[in-house]
């Protein structure tokens, strides 16, 4: 299984904590929750960083159940 990182994807008033392998993915799946869509032209506007330790802890306090193929967590904060 690949490891994950946590990243915090972000536009100009909204923002996700999502767990991904690198940062494009993280983009891919905050635009689907941000946007609507992983291919929405805004997609390129989104700024992807490392979380800060509160975002960190938000992430983990209402983490998705793990498990399956598609572990993919990602909440909006």
Known sequence: MTDRRLFVVEDSRRRVVA???????ARTIAAMMLLGSPHAPERGALVVREPEEEER????????????????GAIQL
């Open 19 to 25: 767990s991904a392998r690198d940062a494009g993915q």
């Open 57 to 72: 802890a938000a992430f983990e306090a209402r983490r998705p159940k793990r498990g399956g193929d598609a572990d993919l």
